[in-house]
């Protein structure tokens, strides 16, 4: 299993968080999902450092090791309005300072993420987002930890694709993610929870599980609702999810530990059988040089399509299985190796791989730097890749290659000139990780030169490029 299973503290309502913890971790939950509320880690206690280093010492020793923090407390704000303010209020400072705190008892416990989201708008949609917008870019500008961010029944931000709406208008910031409540997904979405886990990809990270019928926000235990469970925890494994993925029951206090019993036994029952990619994530963990033989089987094994083919048809900006896989296997591979080994093993696979191989090597150097801080090796590495792949006409390369590796580790010279290539060949922009954060003038002056040789030439521009430079 990829994923970690755990449990909501705001199911917990009535039990003090020492005992609530106690009883998750005893019925085989490896994490929590800790809500922080008065009763549950209050984040304006006066001992915040001294309570948060218990708790950590606490978690620890019950073997709950996977930790996400959540912000839904209904009454901690204001003891009148429930969930009050919001990042949609008039004034929203205080959640700000909320979420504030939030990180940073996140980074303190080691949390995988701070969870949250918009607030019910009471506003112009379009005043509305506007005040989300310039919150969570408050918010990003002090951000040590990652934001998932989730959508809710109800909230202005109410579908998976106003996530990554808003993401994408921040400039697709790297600390800005996902948390998918899969009952959500029965409630609201126009498709299935496992086809949202899939549109999410690399970005979700944060899971929150329950039960829910068609346009009823209720949450409610297993097989009482419509949620394919079975389908749901596959898409999880399939698509390598590896973060916390908790039950969450918050109307569910009142008999909450066999609640939480009868969810385990649940969950347990529908987990999907061992796949071809987790087999293989074994043979790496046990011999790492096995990857020599499992990358090029990847496509054959779990499928060459796009990721999400309704709008990304070619897998240009989100990839294809096949990309996702091998960034998987280089994941796992990236744990068992020193820096030094991992350059020399990642120079193989592309030196030696066909197109599809080399695409992977790429998603794959994405995936790492967006997990974390790639050693000098293997950046060093890797900026020889992406440049060799930025000589390349395969326009699939050329997206893959201009991603969070490139994004973090190429100088702007060359990064701007990637860019250039992108636009030359046909690559959606979208495709070109922080490209609002990176651009600059001198890039935007090449476009316009771009633009006005190819209208002098009486052939068309991309129009993102033309809507790059508009904004300028």
Known sequence: ??????????????????????????????????????????????????????????????????????TGARYLLDPWRKHQPTLLSDDPGLRIDFLGRAMKVAADLGADCVSFWSGVSTVDDEVAWRRLRDGVAEVLDHATVRLAMEPEPGHLVEHLADVLRLRE????????????????????????????????GDLLWNVQLDDMMPKVHEHLEFGTGRLDLRATLAALAETGYTGLAAVELPRHSHAAPEVARRSIEALRAAMPVQTWLEKAETRIRETPSAIAGLFPAVGREVGRSALRPDTDPHGLVEGTVDDQARSRLLTVLAAQLDAPALASEVGELYRYGDDAERRGVLRGLNRLVTDGTLEQPVVEAGQQLVADALRANDIRLVAAAMGAFAARHLDQHAWRHGVLKCVFVGVPLAAVASIEVRKDGELLRMLADFAAERGAAGRDVPADALELLKEG
């Open 169 to 200: 208008e921040l400039g697709n910031p790297e600390l800005l993610g996902v948390t998918l409540d899969v009952g959500h997904c029965v409630a609201v979405e126009p498709v299935d929870a496992a086809a949202c886990i899939r549109q999410a």
């Open 1 to 70: 299993m990829t994923f970690t299973l755990g449990y909501g503290t705001n199911g917990f309502g009535n039990h003090t968080l020492d005992d609530a913890l106690a009883v998750i971790a005893e019925l085989g939950y490896g994490g929590v999902a800790l809500t922080l509320d008065h009763n549950h880690l209050d984040p304006y206690d006066d001992d915040l450092p001294k309570e948060v280093d218990r708790v950590a010492a606490r978690l620890s020793s019950l073997g709950l090791n996977r930790v996400v923090v959540e």
